[in-house]
């Protein structure tokens, strides 16, 4: 199934993220000393779409006053473009602020058009936009809803009935003829095809016959699509300072977006990224605050990172406002191929493990959050020791391997710290009750240039059936009258 979407972003300068497009802001865009858009508290005190500067300045004397940048509203329509690359590679740059997708490949990824829709308009929504999204069988067809504000068409035959109802004046090419095609009372886009074509062509030009003809599916048309850069950063200014961390959260969820239609088109998962926040410039300058975010399971979506961003923000004092941030991707790797497993994990995949563990590095700080790491020793209060989680994840692949033998051996759940004397009463360690041999004795022998260790381990066991780990030390020498010493080192479960 052949499927387009057309996305118009209307009134570009004004949907770009900023705290002055909030409700409490009469902000106004200008072109050529005349309004070309307006917040809706600044169209509530009067001000209308080219009206002059003086006339906004008499009706509202406190509003801010912005001049249209063509290069900023180019930048904002290539960052929707990068995050959209995550439902489909094939996204084209359309006339006057319009994405076209074909997204026929993409409906049974996402759960179909209705579904895929809820979705676009999600992250349109979270990148700070707001725009008409259509449907059509046809990319020129899904463009001319998208500007008409038509809805959507999934069959050819509605789309035709949809068509038909457009103003005639809508397609760039007859614009120029709008007064002509008024005059001459054709005022639809049904009307405008019946009409002779030869004479069409003769006083409208080729142009328009091609955009009619593409739009009703005559005619095929070539786009060029958005190609994703090889490296990922992506950057925003923010258009006043801001004081507290928690409020970056919605500029830096626009950035993840972008980097998850990027990391989509590449097919690659990030292992790390980076968020700097900056700061003023000029004699007051300072360097960025950097936010450094390993994870121990690579991923290419961003619901999972902007939990992670919003623990970071939340514990994070800002030591100077922020005036931009900026979002890297240093570490990627080939996406993970999905599991083949018919039944799910029980208690979660380990998808799901690490980022319950991620989550905590973010809340409580990565030297509070540890993780057991075996080294290859023998001696059992060097065998291990407590490392960062997300450390112990990234370096496993790099540690020695522990000895076939060590593996196979029984071990206490509980290890002591340091190890408990026993006292000796008739010949056999005392632990609350005499203590018998339930095994025969592991002979641990280590740590020849330091911390020299030779002993006896036996897994033990009291009169309460408590199972304990014990060992005695060799003797050394030949006197007979030394008496060999027994410690406590650990407790089974």
Same mark, same amino acid.
């Given at each position: 199934m052949r499927l387009w979407i057309g996305l118009c972003l209307p009134r570009l300068p004004l949907d770009v993220f900023s705290p002055h497009w909030s409700a409490e802001a009469a902000s106004v865009v200008l072109e050529h000393e005349r309004v070309l858009a307006a917040s809706p508290l600044a169209q509530a005190g009067g001000v209308r779409e080219g009206m002059r500067r003086g006339g906004v300045l008499m009706l509202l004397p406190e509003a801010r006053l912005h001049e249209r940048e063509p290069a900023r509203e180019a930048a904002a329509l290539q960052a929707v473009a990068m995050a959209l690359l995550q439902y489909t590679p094939q996204v084209a740059l359309a006339e006057e602020a319009t994405l076209l997708m074909d997204v026929g490949a993409s409906l049974r990824l996402f759960g179909g058009v209705r579904a895929l829709c809820r979705r676009i308009r999600a992250s349109v929504r979270?990148?700070?936009?707001?725009?008409?999204?259509?449907?059509?069988?046809?990319?020129? *067809?899904?463009?001319?809803?998208?500007? *008409?504000?038509?809805?959507?068409?999934?069959?050819?035959?509605?789309?035709?009935?949809?068509?038909?109802?457009?103003?005639?004046?809508?397609?760039?090419?007859?614009?120029?003829? !709008?007064?002509?095609?008024?005059?001459? *009372?054709?005022?639809?886009?049904?009307?405008?095809?019946? /009409?002779?074509?030869?004479?069409?062509?003769?006083?409208?030009?080729?142009?328009?016959?091609?955009?009619?003809?593409?739009?009703?599916?005559?005619?095929?048309?070539?786009?060029?699509?958005?190609?994703?850069?090889?490296?990922?950063?992506?950057?925003?200014?923010?258009?006043?300072?801001?004081?507290?961390?928690? $409020? /970056? =959260?919605?500029?830096?969820?626009?950035? @993840?977006?972008?980097?998850?239609?990027?990391?989509?088109?590449?097919? @690659?998962?990030?292992?790390?990224?980076?968020?700097? =926040?900056?700061?003023?410039?000029?004699?007051?300058?300072?360097?960025?605050?950097? /936010?450094?975010?390993?994870?121990?399971?690579?991923?290419?979506?961003?619901?999972?990172?902007?939990?992670?961003?919003?623990?970071?923000?939340?514990?994070?004092? @800002?030591? !100077?406002?922020?005036?931009?941030?900026? @979002?890297? $991707?240093?570490?990627?790797?080939?996406m993970a191929v999905p599991s083949e497993s018919l039944f799910p994990e029980p208690g979660g995949s380990e998808q799901d493990q690490w980022r319950m563990l991620e989550l905590l590095v973010a809340r409580l700080g990565p030297e509070n959050v540890l993780q057991a790491a075996p080294r290859a020793d023998y001696r059992p209060e060097l065998a291990n020791r407590w490392v960062p989680v997300q450390q112990e994840r990234r370096t496993a692949q790099q540690q020695p391997q522990l000895p076939p033998d060590v593996l196979s051996l029984p071990r206490p759940a509980w290890l002591l710290a340091k190890p408990v004397a026993l006292l000796m009463r008739d010949h056999r360690p005392f632990y609350g009750s005499p203590l018998r041999m339930a095994s025969t004795p592991e002979r641990i022998e280590a740590g020849w240039w330091s911390q020299s260790q030779t002993r006896d381990y036996f897994i033990a066991q009291g009169q309460d059936h408590a199972h304990y780990w014990v060992y005695r030390e060799r003797i050394a020498g030949t006197d007979g009258d030394s008496a060999p010493r027994w410690f406590l080192h650990g407790l089974f479960g």
């Open positions: 979270a990148l700070g936009f707001s725009a008409r999204l259509s449907c059509a069988p046809t990319a020129r *067809g899904a463009w001319l809803l998208a500007r *008409g504000g038509a809805g959507h068409a999934l069959g050819m035959a509605s789309l035709k009935r949809r068509l038909d109802r457009l103003p005639a004046a809508l397609p760039l090419p007859a614009r120029p003829f !709008a007064a002509w095609l008024e005059g001459i *009372g054709c005022l639809s886009l049904g009307q405008l095809r019946r /009409l002779p074509r030869p004479g069409l062509q003769r006083r409208c030009g080729g142009a328009l016959l091609g955009v009619l003809d593409a739009a009703y599916g005559m005619t095929a048309e070539l786009f060029d699509w958005i190609a994703a850069p090889t490296t990922f950063q992506a950057r925003l200014e923010l258009f006043d300072r801001v004081e507290q961390a928690d $409020a /970056l =959260l919605a500029g830096a969820h626009s950035l @993840l977006l972008q980097m998850t239609g990027w990391l989509c088109a590449h097919q @690659l998962a990030v292992g790390r990224i980076v968020l700097l =926040l900056e700061h003023e410039r000029g004699r007051v300058a300072r360097p960025p605050t950097v /936010l450094d975010i390993i994870l121990a399971e690579p991923t290419w979506r961003d619901d999972h990172l902007v939990r992670l961003l919003r623990e970071r923000l939340g514990s994070l004092t @800002l030591e !100077a406002h922020v005036i931009g941030l900026v @979002l890297e $991707a240093p570490e990627v790797q080939a």
